[in-house]
């Protein structure tokens, strides 16, 4: 069946592109056209777009054709570049479903069909998806060398050298009686060591890759009216929370996603730390406090007249994950007392005055070097995608019991080895993955 889709963006615009795919691409093309001769390969061509039933004129535009295998879906594919307005991009779409052998496309389906014909893997078809969704510089450059293929080529090579190993022992296996070096579990062992070193090392990277992917979480917290709704209408640079002077005014969970440095960071607003009789608001505490457990950051926001006597409730929240906002010091400076000295291992102390936006961009400076240094995409390619993590996972089981196991049987040696193997192949779908394809292609929109 050949599919069709608006593959650029829905609404009014100069352009609309609209991809066709499959079988019927080349009759769909003469038929729109009413012209015998296809547009040469991958060279635009301008043409005349007609109804096939009434005959009527649809709009005049660009057309492409890419002729199987040289596509991006591996089949043959028509590009239609028309113009934008919604009149006629909904008359060029009842156009091609009028014509026989030709429907509109589910979501997902042009890339379901490239992965189908060999064009590009799971992991870079979700590099694929993350590059649609992109924001920021970071994630881009990350969703980019995914798609690219460096992350299924590091996979695939160390599924190569597990099967390299695991023929080392099904020739044992099956030729008993041939030449073939004594004691080979002896020689398998130390290449298996060092690729369990390798992809231990890959998953113990902090889950930068997932953080790029779905944002930083950065957490303000603090007593009430100590100016965090302040904080964060300065960092958003919009007036996104309620600002009084009468405590308790933020009572649940406000967050906003921002780009810092270039990285994607969600800055969380929660309710103020204290002792209430108050249910909601004391529910609005409990959140704040489950959000600074889970906080890959905290900003702590104390009175700098407090400093540094603070409350044992403020003093638990600090720790090596904590920058310490002293704020209000244009109310009470701090001058010399007991120094800046951050307690519980904080990455630092700040003095600030958010009323009046005195010290916030030095702050703001201060927070955009730790989320790039907490951020900062190494030449290694990073996990993105709980499954990849959890099939690491896996491949590690099956070769620490290779390692650990107390039998020398090589027909469960190899079995090992080979489940070990099938693992790698799930995140590049080397394998059957059928019961994950569903997940993966939902996360596209119709047209791509």
Same mark, same amino acid.
């Given at each position: 069946m050949?599919?069709?889709?608006?593959?650029?963006?829905?609404?009014?615009?100069?352009?609309?592109?609209?991809?066709?795919?499959?079988?019927q691409?080349?009759?769909?093309?003469?038929?729109?056209?009413?012209?015998?001769?296809?547009?040469?390969?991958?060279?635009?061509?301008?043409?005349?777009?007609?109804?096939?039933?009434?005959?009527?004129?649809?709009?005049?535009?660009?057309?492409?054709?890419?002729?199987?295998?040289?596509?991006?879906?591996?089949? &043959?594919?028509?590009e239609?570049? =028309?113009?934008?307005? !919604? +009149?006629? /991009? #909904?008359?060029? @779409?009842?156009?091609?479903? *009028?014509?026989?052998?030709?429907?509109?496309?589910?979501?997902?389906?042009?890339?379901?069909?490239?992965?189908?014909?060999?064009?590009?893997?799971?992991?870079?078809?979700?590099g694929?998806?993350d590059?649609?969704?992109?924001?920021?510089?970071?994630?881009?450059?990350?969703?980019?060398?995914?798609?690219?293929?460096?992350?299924?080529?590091?996979?695939?090579?160390?599924?190569?050298?597990?099967?390299?190993?695991?023929?080392?022992?099904e020739a044992?296996?099956?030729?008993?009686?041939?030449?073939?070096?004594?004691?080979?579990? &002896?020689?398998?062992?130390?290449? =298996?060591?060092?690729? !369990? +070193?390798? /992809? #231990?090392?890959? @998953?113990?990277?902090?889950? *930068?890759?997932?953080?790029?992917?779905?944002?930083?979480?950065?957490?303000i917290?603090?007593?009430?009216?100590?100016?965090?709704?302040?904080?964060?209408?300065?960092?958003?640079?919009?007036?996104?929370?309620?600002?009084?002077?009468?405590?308790?005014?933020?009572?649940?969970?406000?967050e906003?996603?921002?780009?810092?440095?270039?990285?994607?960071?969600?800055?969380?607003?929660?309710?103020?730390?204290?002792?209430?009789?108050?249910?909601?608001?004391?529910?609005?505490?409990?959140?704040?406090?489950?959000?600074?457990?889970?906080?890959?950051?905290?900003?702590?926001?104390?009175?700098?007249?407090?400093?540094?006597?603070?409350?044992?409730?403020?003093?638990?929240?600090?720790?090596?994950n904590?920058?310490?906002?002293?704020n209000?010091?244009?109310?009470?400076?701090?001058?010399?007392?007991?120094?800046?000295?951050?307690?519980?291992?904080?990455?630092?102390?700040?003095?600030?005055?958010?009323?009046?936006?005195?010290?916030?961009?030095?702050f703001?400076?201060?927070?955009?070097?730790?989320?790039?240094?907490?951020?900062?995409?190494?030449?290694?390619?990073?996990?993105?995608?709980?499954?990849?993590?959890?099939?690491?996972?896996?491949?590690?089981?099956?070769?620490?019991?290779?390692?650990?196991?107390?039998?020398?049987?090589?027909?469960?040696?190899?079995?090992?080895?080979?489940?070990?193997?099938?693992?790698?192949?799930?995140?590049t779908?080397?394998?059957?993955?059928?019961?994950?394809?569903?997940?993966?292609?939902?996360?596209?929109?119709?047209?791509?």
């Amino acid at each position: 069946m050949t599919i069709f889709a608006l593959s650029s963006g829905k609404g009014r615009a100069g352009v609309a592109v609209i991809r066709l795919s499959g079988p019927q691409t080349a009759t769909a093309v003469r038929t729109l056209t009413r012209k015998h001769d296809l547009p040469v390969p991958r060279e635009a061509c301008l043409r005349w777009f007609y109804d096939p039933q009434t005959g009527h004129r649809l709009d005049q535009g660009l057309v492409l054709y890419f002729p199987a295998p040289h596509s991006f879906t591996g089949e &043959a594919v028509a590009e239609f570049h =028309i113009h934008g307005g !919604r +009149a006629v /991009i #909904a008359g060029f @779409l009842e156009a091609l479903g *009028k014509i026989p052998g030709v429907r509109p496309a589910e979501p997902g389906e042009f890339t379901r069909r490239a992965f189908d014909h060999g064009k590009m893997d799971l992991t870079a078809i979700e590099g694929l998806a993350d590059l649609i969704n992109a924001e920021t510089e970071a994630q881009r450059r990350q969703a980019l060398r995914q798609m690219d293929g460096r992350l299924a080529a590091l996979y695939e090579g160390w599924r190569r050298d597990i099967t390299a190993a695991m023929a080392y022992l099904e020739a044992d296996i099956d030729f008993a009686d041939e030449e073939i070096p004594e004691d080979v579990t &002896a020689q398998v062992r130390p290449r =298996i060591e060092q690729l !369990r +070193a390798r /992809i #231990a090392a890959h @998953l113990d990277d902090n889950h *930068k890759g997932e953080r790029i992917r779905d944002g930083l979480q950065v957490v303000i917290l603090g007593a009430p009216n100590v100016g965090k709704s302040t904080l964060l209408n300065f960092l958003s640079r919009r007036d996104v929370a309620i600002v009084s002077d009468i405590a308790g005014t933020t009572r649940d969970i406000l967050e906003v996603h921002l780009d810092i440095a270039g990285y994607p960071v969600t800055v969380v607003d929660t309710a103020g730390i204290r002792e209430s009789a108050d249910v909601i608001e004391a529910e609005g505490i409990r959140r704040a406090e489950r959000r600074a457990r889970e906080a890959d950051l905290k900003v702590i926001m104390l009175e700098a007249a407090d400093w540094p006597d603070i409350s044992p409730r403020s003093r638990a929240l600090i720790d090596e994950n904590s920058m310490i906002l002293l704020n209000k010091v244009d109310l009470a400076p701090i001058g010399e007392r007991s120094g800046l000295v951050p307690p519980g291992g904080a990455l630092g102390v700040w003095q600030v005055s958010a009323k009046q936006e005195t010290g916030l961009e030095g702050f703001l400076k201060a927070l955009a070097q730790e989320v790039e240094r907490r951020m900062d995409l190494s030449d290694t390619p990073s996990l993105t995608r709980t499954r990849h993590r959890l099939a690491l996972k896996e491949c590690l089981d099956h070769l620490d019991r290779y390692l650990n196991s107390a039998h020398q049987e090589l027909e469960l040696l190899a079995e090992d080895l080979r489940l070990a193997a099938r693992s790698l192949g799930k995140i590049t779908g080397r394998v059957d993955v059928e019961d994950i394809l569903d997940v993966v292609f939902s996360e596209f929109c119709i047209g791509k």
